[in-house]
Every structure is written in C-alpha cells, then in structure tokens.
C-alpha cells in the first residue's frame, strides 16, 4: 500500500536532506517522497535533485515563483500516486515506523484518516521536551470528533489540534474536493482539517509519537496582528460550515476566537512596553482592563523563576 508524503521546502538547505532520509528509511517502503521546492534562493533545489537521482522515490516539484504552502501542496496532492497521503515539514522528521504505525491504525479502524502524536524537541537538539497533544495520550485507537478537534484546537497551550500531521486517504480528499486555502499562509492546516472533520469522517489517532517536531524559538510568537487573522477565521468557518457544524462546535469555535484575541491584545502590550510606547501600553490596558490580570500572573511567573 503506496503512501504519499509532502514535503514543502523553501530555503531549508540546513534540514530538508534530514527529513527526506526519514521518509526513505521508513520500515514501510512503499512510499513516494514528493518534495516542492517553493522558489529557495539557498541550496534547497540542488540538494533534493541530488537525492531524486539516488532514489526514484523522491520527486522533486520544482517552482520558479513563491507561492506559499498552501499552493505547494495542492500541487503536490495533484500529481500523488499513493492510496494514503500525509505531510512532513521540511524541517521536521519521522521516526523510521510511523508510516507503518499509521498503516497499522487504519487497517484496523477502516479509517478515512489516522494521525499520531508528535515528540516535541528545540531545534538543534534531539532530546525529547514533551508530548504535543494531551487528548492523543488515552488507549488507542482514539476516536476523533469535530467537537473533539475544535475543543482541542483552542491555544491553551502552544501545541493544539491545528499542528496534526494526519494521514488521509486520497480518495477521501479527491472525492470530496479537500484543498488548502491558497490565499492563506498562516493556519492553512487548521481551515483544511476543519473542512475535514465536519464531513464526519472516521478518524482515529493514536498515542505513539512517530512524528518530530522541532520548534525553533521564533515558532512560539505571532505578532498581534498575524493572530487577530487566525482569530477572524473562526467567523469565517462558522459562516461557511453552517450546520455541518454541531452547537458544541460552534462553541468551541466562539471560545477560541476569544482566547486568541486576548492573546493578540497581550502581545501588543508586550511589544509597546518593549518599544517604550507607553501612550500605547495604557490605552491597550484601558480598553481591555482583564490584560491587567495577564500583567499579574506574567510577573508572579518570572519571580517564581527567579525564585522570589
């Protein structure tokens, strides 16, 4: 049974050699490696035509103008030959029996889709720091449910249901027209695994972390305004979806807009205070006095790492 993998690439001479070996060294080897190089200006293209050469596995989609994640993918689920279909960040890895953990999950649940936990580690360094997703930690398989992946897509936490890696079925997608959004470069997973869930597929996850995740530091911050975006996307699902989507999701949804704008609101108290720009602070702390509380916990937590 062929799998899939997409690999997107732009500028990542650094890594992505890494995580096409971890597609090629799978115990499962039925696979087709298909890495887009979206415009690099570094050694990005050179490097994945010198491993196509050795391993016709691997096919390289080269592009001579950015067009962003979502378009590489769609390009990429175009010309894919695999019963299954799943993604892999240039600079991520898998470890070498997550296609077959995977395979495994979907045989035994029929599924339309399966998806793993993910090993969090910093970038550089191949130690362990913790679990992505705490509603992938129960006996498997783990059923999931639109309400499911919408209470858990809500940024209590820096990892939620939007950072999935699943794999689909590509008849799945095909026959129901599934597609990244191509005008969006920021939350393009979490609109297209939105479109999924509400579909009622069966979904499964499991607890075994077979995908890593290496966040870089600059990975745990958005500016305020990038994060008002993706808080404005729960509108736009709600309006779209309709009554594919159940109360509880609605809910959830309502709830994650919320949580992110107060996020948003809270990195552009930062920012101000890093700029000095007190004018701004405190009109950012009168028109959203519950920031005020955000100041206080932010305090007490670097007195407590200080040990004060």
């Known amino acids: ?17 890494k995580a096409i070996h971890s597609v ?42 950015n067009a962003g994640p979502s378009a590489a993918r769609n390009k990429a689920i175009d010309i894919t030959t695999g019963e299954w279909i799943t993604l892999l960040d240039a600079d991520d ?8 953990v995977l395979l495994d999950l979907a045989r035994k649940t029929d599924a339309d889709a399966v998806v793993d936990n993910q090993s969090v580690r910093n970038f550089g360094d191949d130690r362990h720091v913790f679990d992505a997703f705490g509603f992938l930690k ?40 599934l597609r990244y959004q191509e005008d969006c470069r920021v939350g393009e997973d979490f609109l297209l695994y939105s479109d999924f869930v509400t579909l009622n597929p069966k979904f499964y996850g499991t607890s075994y972390a077979g995908y890593i995740y290496f966040r870089r530091p600059n990975s745990l911050t958005r500016s305020g305004s990038s994060l008002q975006n993706l808080a404005a996307m729960s509108d736009e699902l709600i309006a779209r979806l309709g009554t594919r989507l159940t109360p509880a999701s609605v809910k959830a949804l309502e709830t ?11 990195k552009d ?8 720009d007190l004018k701004r602070a405190t009109g950012l702390l009168l028109g959203d006095p519950t920031l005020v509380f955000m100041v206080k916990n932010f305090v007490r937590r670097r007195l407590q790492e200080r040990g004060l």
């Open 138 to 177: 129960e006996s498997n398989p783990i059923p999931i449910s639109q309400e499911l992946f919408f209470r858990e897509t809500i940024p209590v936490a820096f990892m939620n249901s939007g950072y999935l890696k699943p794999m689909f079925r590509r008849d799945y997608l095909i026959r129901n027209k």
């Open 256 to 266: 994650r807009k919320k949580v992110i704008i107060k996020h948003a609101r809270w």
């Open 93 to 100: 890895l898998y470890k070498e029996d997550r296609l077959e």
């Open 1 to 17: 049974m062929k799998v899939s993998v997409i690999i997107p690439c732009h500028n990542g001479e650094d890594f992505v050699a």
């Open 24 to 65: 090629l060294n799978q115990t499962h080897t039925d696979v087709e490696c298909i890495v887009i190089d979206d415009a690099s200006r570094d050694r990005s293209r050179e490097i994945i035509l010198a491993i196509s050469e050795k391993d016709q596995r691997v096919v390289p989609i080269l592009l001579d103008r």
């Open 269 to 276: 108290f930062r920012q101000a205070l890093s700029a000095k």
